[in-house]
């Protein structure tokens, strides 16, 4: 059965980083697409970036380009979030998603503008950024 396991996240003071990490199994990160969304606190959930396992193209939100960096472990099917400059409006909660290529990709590439496009998710990673 298909699990992505988060871990990171956290307090960080405003100017801070973070960094997220989002582990796939059993299966192969070649097949998958990884994507990073985010839901602040009474507001929808919004695509940060999203990363192809096969080839490790990314596409990033316009609003999330600068400080945040999607890459990837390939040997430990993991992908990562790296984030930079922290704000207070970085609070929320983190998610990692999941699903096959085919499903949130358009011409090859990743999707990250629609969360309800991907079906598998992490648990979910608190970032606060405060003080």
């Known amino acids: 059965q298909l699990q992505l396991v988060q871990s990171g996240g956290g307090l960080a003071q405003p100017g801070g980083s973070l960094r997220l990490s989002c582990t796939l199994s059993?299966?192969?990160?070649?097949?998958?697409?990884i994507g990073w969304f985010r839901q602040a606190p009474g507001k929808e959930r919004e695509g940060i970036a999203c990363?192809?396992?096969?080839?490790?193209?990314?596409d990033y939100a316009d609003s999330m380009k600068g400080r945040f960096t999607i890459s990837r472990d390939h040997t430990n099917n993991t992908v990562y979030l790296q984030m930079n400059d922290l704000r207070f409006e970085d609070t929320g909660a983190y998610f990692c998603a999941t699903d096959r290529l085919g499903q949130v990709t358009n011409q090859g590439l990743c999707v990250v503008a629609y969360w309800n496009l991907w079906h598998y998710w992490g648990q979910g990673s608190q970032v606060n950024v405060s003080p």
């Open positions: 059993p299966f192969s990160l070649d097949y998958y697409a």
């Open positions: 990363l192809n396992g096969n080839d490790g193209r990314t």
